[in-house]
């Protein structure tokens, strides 16, 4: 069995503040792969906000770049996502995703963690 956990960030905070995600995998794990958060808000389609590869490599949409830090501490098998300069638009549920292989001889599949309500509001 593997979980996915939300263990820490989201909250109130206003305009311009920060908050700080992290996101645990236990379990049965062999490998982690690719790393990533989505976000969902109403009305909205569930977005990727960043990725990171096995080896850091990172990715973000324009709406977060600048403002979004991806990381990921492979010997914890924990991800963060550092938010600055927060939006009323970035207010949604964070959701964190892992694609994990649980043995040698076993495909890698994705996992989903809970999600986070992050509201960012005055």
């Known amino acids: 069995q593997v979980q996915l956990v939300v263990e820490s960030g989201g909250g109130l905070v206003q305009p311009g503040g920060s908050l700080r995600l992290s996101c645990v995998a236990s379990?049965?794990?062999?490998?982690?792969?690719?790393m990533r958060w989505y976000r969902e808000s109403p009305g909205k389609q569930r977005e990727e906000v960043a990725d990171?590869?096995?080896?850091?490599?990172?990715r973000y949409p324009d709406s977060v770049k600048g403002r979004f830090t991806i990381s990921r501490d492979n010997a914890k098998n924990t991800m963060y996502l550092q938010m600055n300069s927060l939006k009323p638009e970035d207010t949604a549920v964070y959701y964190c995703?892992?694609?994990?292989?649980?043995?040698?001889?076993?495909?890698?599949?994705?996992?989903w963690g809970q999600g986070t309500q992050v509201t960012v509001s005055s």
């Open positions: 995703y892992a694609d994990i292989r649980t043995s040698l001889l076993s495909s890698s599949r994705p996992y």
């Open positions: 379990g049965n794990i062999f490998r982690i792969y690719a």
């Open positions: 990171i590869s096995t080896h850091g490599a990172t």
